[in-house]
């Protein structure tokens, strides 16, 4: 049994005659009786007496026609919302990012966004980078802004590029030092992410290409967090420099240069994006965001599969 054999049910309830209500259908008398026949069949019931005026419910015809007329309902409902939510001017995107991105770059680009397109509203997921990449696979979410590119089908454009640096409690030795190498922080006491962050993996490679493994005292997965207990004095961090002092703390310089992440906005290219995503994406590899940068763009996978 089909949505549109309980439409025409209806349909023959209203008109009481199976050629007026073929004609309303459009469709023919012959294929409006099967579709009847195929429904009684099915339900093991007649639903309609015929008469010389043409047909009528009977009491097991009034009940199915009572349960039909709810079902069709909410499938026109169900139609409806589903057009709302893919509608590109009033929809809605499911934007997932990083914690440590929830007071600088996320704010700013959903402003920009919102004065681009008011009526449209975004749903934010801030997790982790692997919860995310999780979300990205299931369709959870529809667009992400991460520290790095996912491994596998994905466009990736560059947003920005945040510098790290070293941050110490102002009575730290090393809170005089204009500008330090991570070499020297072997017999220091590290704040962090937990294993499986993005970016512990991040500064777990600056160290190890430094040839050093400090020890880790706490864990947050928080960076603001991380800056704040630094301040407190239980150890130091290596966080991007708009963190740097929010507490506190002194930034001190690197000079690695490669003590840098870049951040992007990442889509599954696996599968077309609904057009509220698909718009939102627009606006920021476009550049049309106030907060945009030059960084190169590595993003030309794209937005929807070929």
């Known amino acids: 049994m089909l949505i549109r054999d309980l439409s025409w049910l209806l349909a023959l309830a209203d008109h009481e005659h199976v050629t007026g209500a073929a004609a309303a259908l459009r469709t023919s008398q012959p294929t409006l ?9 099915e339900l093991g019931a007649r639903l309609f007496e015929r008469a010389s005026d043409g047909i009528h419910p009977n009491p097991a015809g009034e009940l199915v026609l009572a ?21 590109p001017e009033t929809g809605v ?18 402003r920009s966004f919102h004065e681009h397109a008011p009526r449209m509203r975004v749903v934010l997921r801030q997790e982790p980078a692997h919860e995310i990449r999780a979300d990205l696979e299931t369709g959870a979410a529809e667009l992400a802004i991460t520290s790095e590119r996912p491994p596998g089908g994905y466009g ?16 730290h030795p090393l809170s005089r030092r204009k500008r330090i190498s991570l070499t020297e922080l072997a017999d220091e006491e590290l704040v962090t992410t937990p294993v499986g962050f993005g970016y512990r993996s991040l500064i777990d490679g600056l160290l190890r290409d430094a040839g050093i493994a400090p020890r880790v ?42 003590a840098r992440r870049t951040i992007g906005l990442t889509w599954p290219t696996s599968r077309e994006l609904p057009p509220p995503a698909l718009r939102f994406c627009d606006f920021v590899v476009d550049g049309k965001w106030s907060g945009a940068t030059s960084i190169p763009a590595v993003r030309r996978s794209t937005r929807t599969p070929s």
């Open 156 to 171: 990736w454009h560059p947003l920005q590029e945040d510098r790290l640096v070293l941050v110490v409690p102002p009575t």
């Open 217 to 258: 005292s706490f864990e947050s997965q928080d960076l603001a967090t991380i800056e704040g207990l630094v301040a407190a004095g239980l150890g130091v961090a290596l966080v991007p420099e708009q963190f740097a002092g929010v507490s506190g703390t002194v930034g001190v310089r690197l000079q690695e240069d490669a």
């Open 67 to 87: 349960g039909a007329r709810e079902l069709v309902a909410r499938y026109d409902q169900l139609l409806a919302d589903l057009a709302g939510v893919l509608d």
């Open 93 to 110: 995107v499911r934007l997932a990012f990083l914690d440590s991105m929830a007071t600088s770059l996320v704010p700013g680009l959903l």
């Open 33 to 41: 009786s099967r579709s009847l026949a195929r429904v009684e069949a």
